[in-house]
């Protein structure tokens, strides 16, 4: 039997350690039959030693997607590897040090212009710097940290993630009519880099631990990396719009 995304082309954002949900997507994605291309951002000799440890080390092509042009040439340099891309995962967040950890009143609006452009908008810029390359049935997915409620510490990121969340949205509604999905999955926390930038952090982790129904593993990205996997396999052929939670089912919850 084949695997859930065999002979499928993946362009994958996002990886910069071992532990970044978007290196166990990489990783399951391989495994599962699919050639992977990657994207880096800055520190690219970082993420080409990561990327080595992959079963099958990808190409990397470099990506700020907050740089118009990096946006524009993507479909050339993408095409130099595969010709089409039937999928596309958006594992992208960033916030400046003020945007964070509890200065939701102070912080400047240029800061907060950055992380809604790095975190937010980029959802819709990489899904149309990709569309040339996609055709009816491809698939875009990206990550979230549930936006329906002000949590402690997570500020302008949680602004930025409802404005993902609703950006997802639109973008089902624009890309449908081309027959492209665009779904999130909504993780529970884990030790990323990204996280680790968060100070207070640690208050999702214990509440986690604590509630999730179904237990919470902090150091585990493959439960997230299985449901982006999912959302670009012809399982969910007829879903878009959607945030699904892999997050032991603690938003089911009340207190
Ligand atoms: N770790 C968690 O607890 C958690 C929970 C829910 C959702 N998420 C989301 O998962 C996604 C991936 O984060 P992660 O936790 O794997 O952390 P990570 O630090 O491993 O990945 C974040 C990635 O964003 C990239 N990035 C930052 N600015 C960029 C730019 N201008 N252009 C291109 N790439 C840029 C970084 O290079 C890095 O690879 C993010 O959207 C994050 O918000 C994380």
């Known amino acids: 039997m084949g695997g859930l995304v065999e002979g499928k082309r993946l362009l994958v954002t996002g990886v910069i350690t071992d532990q970044s949900i978007a290196f166990s997507v990489a990783r399951l994605a391989q495994e599962q039959g699919a050639t992977v291309v990657l994207t880096g951002f800055g520190r690219l000799t970082l993420v080409e030693r990561i990327a080595r440890r992959l079963p099958d080390p990808p190409p990397i092509i470099e990506l700020d997607v907050t740089n118009a042009e990096h946006l524009e040439g993507l479909a050339d340099k993408i095409r130099e590897h595969v010709d089409g891309i039937d999928g596309v995962v958006h594992s992208i967040g960033f916030a400046p040090a003020s945007c964070l950890g509890g200065g939701f009143l102070d912080a400047p609006w ?5 992380a809604l452009h790095v975190s937010t908008y980029s959802y819709k810029s990489l899904a149309t710097a990709c569309l040339p390359l996609m055709s009816p049935g491809g698939a875009v997915v990206g990550l ?26 639109y973008l089902a509604k624009y890309l449908g009519t081309k027959g492209i999905r665009t779904n999130l999955v909504a993780a529970g926390p884990l030790r990323t880099m990204a996280a680790r930038s968060i100070p207070g952090f640690d208050r999702f982790e214990d509440a986690w631990v ?38 032991g089912g603690f938003h089911a919850l009340g207190v």
Not at 233 to 240: G, I, L, V
């Open 144 to 169: 979230t940290f549930d936006a329906t409620k002000a949590w402690p510490v997570y500020d302008w990121m949680g602004v930025a993630k409802a404005g993902l969340e609703s950006c997802n949205r």
């Open 210 to 247: 604590e509630k999730a129904p179904l237990g919470w593993n902090l150091t585990d990205q493959e439960p997230a990396a299985r449901a982006c996997l999912a959302l670009m396999s012809e399982w969910f052929p007829a879903t878009t719009g959607e945030i699904v939670h892999v997050d």
């Open 110 to 114: 240029d800061d907060v212009a950055t």
